[in-house]
């Protein structure tokens, strides 16, 4: 009989409970293995080991999306803040509430209204060009005081008459002309030849002042054209410095113009807001215009003709609900049966005029305080920049008032994130212009959740 050391299998040793232990497979004596030849203790392990694996694989991938929002974190934090897109709210051109009503334009002849600038409120008539007679020396003035400025209460070069200018002047007065009793060699400085010629409106003086300024008649007529064109005025010609010779023709838009660039020149101003003034060598000398002293009339020029009739280029400053209200205007081609009748008609056209656009004017509520006038979006955040107090317009009912916005700062979009918005709401109209300050604030900065939703674009 084999002795037992020798025995492939060494003998069983006791298993728990009493029973024996297979030693080969530490699994007790006797043990039926599973389904699958799994037994007990080996299918415990294996899903012990699945637990573990699946674990391990569960912490991987936390920490790979831990790592990726980091990450991503810190690109979304370190991207540039995307600027905001901006949004006008107000009009452009708003307008003045209440029913528009027209001003008593003349019911002949032509006519118009303009700001102190110029720029047209309105006209009547044809708007031709058509004779402006002594309104042409307006231009005169004009092109002298800007080739030879002269500062107020200064005299300015001297210049002396001549024998053509001084020469039949009974005979000149006959023949309609309006002229100042000179005689050769008469010395007059440049103010004293300004106020002959604007003031009583002498035609040899407006010969005298060509002769003193461009040498001759000729030049100083191509000169005159010359600065019409410059200033815009393209239905204006001349060709002579009074206006006596119907061939100087203009139109009231043009005029309006030229009334705007000379009431700038204070020398001129003074002179044309003068009823009546002492040249030295003259004797004291009234102005045709009658207006000029009365009802805010400040100027400017008439003319007659009979081929032009009664003409008035004229300047307004009136106080209106507090404020200095100014107005530029031009009446032509006024008929009557003589010349002191169509001076005359030009003079009533004009004040009726002026007086029914003045009294057409109120004082309106254009745009309400906290009135949103521009919005910024950054991020689907929006905010808004409102106006700070009530834009309040002097304009006649349904006018139409510019209206535009004037920040602070340069481009709003790329202001930072909270950062104030400020500015004006700026409002021209036919009196001037107004304007209301303007708050507000950049939307914030972009939030974290936004940064990563948009962080591929």
């Given amino acids: 009989m084999p002795d037992a050391r020798s025995h492939p299998y060494p003998p069983r040793r006791p298993g728990p409970g009493g029973g024996s232990t297979d030693p080969r497979r530490g699994r007790p004596a006797g043990a039926a293995p599973q389904a699958g030849g799994q037994y007990p203790r080996e299918r415990t ?37 995307p600027a905001a897109s901006a949004r006008r709210l107000v009009q452009r051109r708003v307008p003045v509430p209440g029913e528009a009503s027209s001003p008593a334009w003349p019911s002949s002849g032509e ?11 309105g006209t009547s008539g044809p708007v031709a060009a058509v004779p402006i007679a ?7 003035a004009y092109l002298t005081l800007t080739e030879h400025p002269l500062a107020l209460g200064r005299g300015g070069p001297s210049f002396t008459i001549t024998a053509s200018e001084a020469a039949h002047l009974s005979a000149r ?30 035609d040899n003086m407006a010969a005298a002042l060509a002769r003193f300024d461009a040498g001759s008649r000729s030049a100083f007529v191509a000169r005159m054209n010359s600065t019409a064109a410059s200033l815009g005025m393209t239905h204006t010609h001349f060709v002579d410095p009074s206006g006596l010779d119907p061939g100087s023709v203009s139109d009231p838009a043009d005029l309006v113009r030229l009334a705007a660039a000379a009431m700038r020149l204070p020398v001129f101003a003074r002179i044309v807001d003068e009823p009546s003034t002492t040249i030295p060598a003259v004797g004291t000398v009234t102005n045709y ?56 008609a030009a003079l009533d056209a004009s004040r009726r005029l002026v007086d029914s656009w003045y009294s057409s004017l109120a004082d309106t509520v254009l745009v309400p305080a906290g009135t949103p006038v521009l919005s910024l979006r950054r991020a689907g955040v929006t905010t808004r920049v409102v106006t700070d107090s009530p834009l309040r317009v002097l304009a ?36 001037g212009t107004v304007s209301v300050g303007l708050s507000g604030h950049a939307p914030p900065s972009p939030s974290l959740g936004w940064r990563l939703g948009h962080l591929f674009g």
């Fill in 45 to 81: 392990d294996r899903s012990r080991r699945r637990r573990q694996l699946r674990a391990r694989r569960i912490g991987v991938g936390a920490l790979a999306v831990v790592t990726v929002v980091a990450l991503g974190s810190l690109r979304a934090a370190s991207e540039a803040v």
């Fill in 111 to 121: 006519a118009a209204l303009a700001t102190w600038d110029g720029k047209l409120i």
């Fill in 134 to 140: 002594s309104v042409t020396k307006v231009m005169t």
């Fill in 173 to 202: 007065i006959a023949a309609g002309e309006s002229l100042v009793d000179v005689y050769a060699g008469e010395t007059f400085d440049e103010l004293q030849a300004l106020q002959a010629l604007l003031i009583p409106s002498a």
């Fill in 289 to 344: 215009n009658s207006l000029v002293g009365t009802d805010g009339f400040v100027g400017i020029k008439t003319g007659s003709t009979p081929r032009a009739g009664g003409c008035l280029l004229f300047a307004v400053v009136r106080g209106v609900d507090g404020r200095r209200v100014r107005l530029l205007g031009a009446v032509l081609g006024q008929q009557g049966t003589s010349i002191t009748s169509i001076i005359s």
């Fill in 396 to 431: 006649p009912p349904g006018s139409q008032v510019s209206v535009r916005l004037r920040l602070s700062g340069g481009d709003p979009g790329r202001a930072r994130p909270g950062e104030p918005i400020t500015g004006r709401l700026v409002a021209s109209t036919e009196t």
